[in-house]
């Protein structure tokens, strides 16, 4: 049968659809997301301007949930577990590229879903048909291609990048299984409310790794511009809420992981007119069809 979203009848395929609009917004917002730090406007404040623009998209769930989140032990618990391991896995990213090479820390952590699908298989017990793993499977296989550099060489980096890598892995990972979980017990509205505190409970963490010695841009192509990216951040974090309540997670995740990197090479690629490496045009392909046959997957019946 339907479900209700906002008072109004969803179809099965709700799930697919939230994904598709999460997978667009971060799409787009891949493409640009790193022109404010190329402009001189850091990393770690670009958090917080991301944390602040998450404030909007959650002042709109409340008001659709009468301003009354859930707030029994169960979930804050579960707000607390998916808010943290989501924002704190973005913090320590920033640790991590200071200490290792992203073109092998980015290749590790897209394989986060990997987590996500094993717990959902040995915990919920859901299952895909062939078109749906065979969608699953080129969705991993096209991740590390997109960051894969060839040729270079991680020595003298030591081993604590790696270790950073394997840990925001197992968060953002963990993070998505726990979105669907805590979706049948409490409203997708309440997660995002919950994601919102945890992340702007970290701004003074991101603030005590910002390096003020050096000149910062605080003018609108700094600050200015990463409000306008990281909005689309924000709007596809609440989308994606709705994409795991309604659909099924080793759907949802796979899609959006493989989708959204697909977008924002394609748009890339029209910016600076430039062909990529085989390999990343490797990925773009098996991405692609990854999007496809995630998309024509049968739902099961709700």
């Known amino acids: 049968m339907p479900v209700r979203l906002w008072g109004r009848r969803v179809n099965r ?20 997301a790193g022109r404010p730090a190329e402009n001189g406007f850091p990393d770690t404040l670009v958090y917080v301007v991301w944390a602040f623009t998450m404030i909007p998209p959650a002042l709109y ?5 009468g301003w009354r989140p859930e707030h029994d032990r169960r979930a804050l618990a579960c ?13 320590l990213l920033f640790h991590a590229l200071r200490t290792g090479p992203s073109y092998l820390i980015f290749p590790i952590i897209a394989l986060s879903p990997l987590v996500t699908i094993a ?19 080129l969705a991993l296989l096209s991740l ?20 950073y890598a394997l840990i925001i892995l197992l968060a953002w990972g963990v993070q998505a299984f726990f979105m669907k979980l805590a979706n049948r017990s ?14 702007l409970a970290l701004i003074p963490v ?12 605080y003018g609108w192509s700094g600050p200015g511009l990463a409000a306008i990216t990281q909005i689309l951040n924000a709007v596809g974090a609440l989308t994606i ?28 690629l029209a910016l600076v007119h430039v062909l990529p490496l085989p390999l990343k045009l490797a990925g773009m392909a098996l991405a692609f069809i990854a999007a496809a046959l995630l998309a024509i997957e049968p739902e099961e019946s709700a």
Do not use: C
């Not at 717990?119 to 499977?137: C, D, F, P, T």
């Not at 040729?151 to 081993?159: D, H, I, L, N, P």
């Not at 409490?186 to 992340?199: C, D, K, L």
């Not at 003020?212 to 841009?217: G, H, M, R």
């Open 241 to 268: 809420v709705y994409a795991f309540r309604y659909g099924k997670a080793i759907v949802v995740s796979p899609l959006t992981n493989a989708g959204a990197p697909l977008i924002t090479a394609l748009i890339a």
């Open 144 to 163: 590390p291609l997109f960051d894969y550099e060839p040729g270079g060489k991680a020595s003298g980096f030591g081993v604590a990048w790696f270790l």
């Open 61 to 65: 769930a409340l008001w659709h949930i």
């Open 13 to 32: 395929r709700a799930g697919l659809n939230f994904a598709l609009v999460t997978t667009a917004f971060w799409g787009v917002w891949g493409a640009f």
């Open 186 to 199: 409490m409203t997708a509205e309440s997660i995002f409310v919950y994601m919102t505190i945890t992340g």
């Open 119 to 137: 717990l959902s298989v040995g915990w919920l017990k859901e299952r895909v048909g062939l078109i749906g793993a065979l969608g699953i499977a």
């Open 79 to 91: 707000g607390a577990l998916i808010g943290f391991t989501g924002a704190g896995g973005q913090m």
């Open 206 to 217: 991101a603030i005590y790794m910002t390096d003020f010695s050096q000149p910062i841009n």
